[in-house]
T-cell receptor
Framework: KAGVTQTPRYLIKTRGQQVTLSCSPI?????VSWYQQTPGQGLQFLFE???????NKGNFPGRFSGRQFSNSRSEMNVSTLELGDSALYLC???????????FGPGTRLTVL | ELKVEQNPLFLSMQEGKNYTIYCNYS?????LYWYRQDPGKSLESLFV?????AVKQEGRLMASLDTKARLSTLHITAAVHDLSATYFC??????????FGTGTSLTVIP
């Protein structure tokens, strides 16, 4: 079974730009969660989608948004990028609540 | 906001020894997860603990959950070099939001 894939793997942007990251979950998984990992703040939960609906959201500003498509693929968008948005963005898929999560390799975003 | 504390933050141990990593959290939850992350890699799910008293074991790792004490432990038995990694616990609150600990960087020395 193919694992979780994320594209692109690396991205360099400048302040003020916007970016879209993509995540394809494991086949059959309907839940996709997004996380931000930085050396300073550690791992932080962004949001979770299930069957195209955002079920949960972490404490991030509205510049961070996402969506999920009918095939469970998910995208995350960050608008008006700031230097502090530089991070590893991880997506994870699972069968649903209280289930093991399977993480993708991550997208490393650098904001200059 | 739910706080999750792990200790120790850094752990250096000899092969063959036993040790325990602790994960304390600040509010009621009965869903706790353990993950492993190798340098430069993504996270790997180790255990899902869903009730008070839950105990899961896989190889040399055993995880337990005490929801009354708001404490989970990850016990390492007879450590081997391959276990060197960073271990994270994560707590899921009643709103289904995840809060991660700071991670424990484990180095197993031959």
């Amino acid at each position: 079974k193919a694992g979780v894939t994320q594209t692109p793997r690396y991205l360099i942007k400048t302040r003020g730009q916007q970016v879209t990251l993509s995540c394809s979950p494991i086949s059959g998984h309907r839940s996709v969660s997004w996380y931000q990992q930085t050396p300073g703040q550690g791992l932080q939960f962004l949001f979770e989608y299930f069957s195209e609906t955002q079920r949960n959201k972490g404490n991030f500003p509205g510049r961070f948004s996402g969506r999920q498509f009918s095939n469970s693929r998910s995208e995350m968008n960050v608008s008006t990028l700031e230097l502090g948005d530089s991070a590893l963005y991880l997506c994870a898929s699972s069968l649903g609540l209280a289930a093991a999560q399977y993480f993708g390799p991550g997208t490393r975003l650098t904001v200059l | 906001e739910l706080k999750v504390e792990q200790n120790p933050l850094f752990l250096s141990m000899q092969e063959g020894k036993n040790y325990t990593i602790y994960c304390n959290y600040s509010t009621t939850s009965d869903r706790l997860y353990w993950y492993r992350q190798d340098p430069g890699k993504s996270l790997e799910s180790l255990f899902v603990l869903l009730s008070n008293g839950a105990v899961k074991q896989e190889g040399r790792l055993m995880a337990s959950l005490d929801t009354k004490a708001r404490l989970s432990t990850l016990h390492i038995t007879a450590a081997v070099h391959d276990l060197s990694a960073t271990y994270f616990c994560a707590v899921e609150n009643t709103g289904n939001q995840f809060y991660f600990g700071t991670g424990t960087s484990l180095t197993v020395i031959p």
